[in-house]
């Protein structure tokens, strides 16, 4: 059974340009999830989709990021311009409804330079 | 904004010890749930102990809840190197969407 899968792993982009990041969760999940880790704040939700409608995007940091979730199988993270202290580790993680677990991926370790 | 914090920030011990992490946490919560994180990878999940819960074991963990204290620790007995990642907190006081909050974590390192 295929876990939560993220592309990309690893991204080195030049400040200001957009960054892409992909996820597609769990097969049955309706709940996701988008976190961002860092050494200095740790893991923080950044915004979290329950059937596909984003119930919580208070931990976006802002508007250069969003988040969709055009259908069950599939979610985007875009950052648009990048900057230098984007760079961090983001996770995707899903979970089912009335289930307590959540799942992670492996995350995108993006570097902006 | 991080929910809970836990302590130490850092632990190392020898193989065979025990590993003990303590997570406090600021508001109320539905459950709190530990996970674990190896060098490079996405968190798992190791265990669930929910508000109206005071002790729960699977395997070689034990994790306690205090909810009066709003405290948790989280026991690993006879550590192995394997055992060897960071450990989170997180805890879950969205009523059903399983928002979890996540805490700054233990870095355990458990030498041969």
């Known amino acids: 059974d295929a876990g939560v899968i993220q592309s990309p792993r690893h991204e080195v982009t030049e400040m200001g340009q957009e960054v892409t990041l992909r996820c597609k969760p769990i097969?049955?999940?309706?709940?996701l999830f988008w976190y961002r880790q860092t050494m200095m704040r740790g893991l923080e939700l950044l915004i979290y989709f329950n059937n596909n409608v984003p119930i919580d995007d208070s931990g976006m940091p802002e508007d250069r990021f969003s988040a969709k979730m055009p259908n069950a199988s599939f979610s985007t993270l875009k950052i648009q311009p990048s900057e230098p202290r984007d760079s961090a580790v983001y996770f995707c993680?899903?979970?089912?409804?009335?289930?307590?677990?959540?799942?992670f991926g492996e995350g995108s370790w993006l570097t902006v330079v | 904004s991080q929910q809970g914090e836990e302590d130490p920030q850092a632990l190392s011990i020898q193989e065979g010890e025990n590993a003990t992490m303590n997570c406090s946490y600021k508001?109320?919560?539905?459950?709190l749930q530990w996970y674990r994180q190896n060098s490079g990878r996405g968190l798992v999940h190791l265990i669930l102990?929910?508000?109206?819960?005071r002790e729960k074991h699977s395997g070689r963990l034990r994790v306690t809840l205090d909810t009066s204290k709003k405290s948790s620790s989280l026991l690993i007995t006879a550590s192995r190197a394997a055992d060897t990642a960071s450990y989170f907190c997180a805890t879950d006081a969205s009523g059903g969407y399983n928002k979890l909050i996540f805490g700054a974590g233990t870095r355990l390192a458990v030498h041969p």
């Open positions: 508001t109320s919560i539905n459950n």
């Open positions: 993680a899903s979970s089912s409804t009335g289930g307590n677990t959540i799942y």
């Open positions: 102990i929910r508000s109206n819960e």
């Open positions: 097969s049955g999940h309706n709940s």
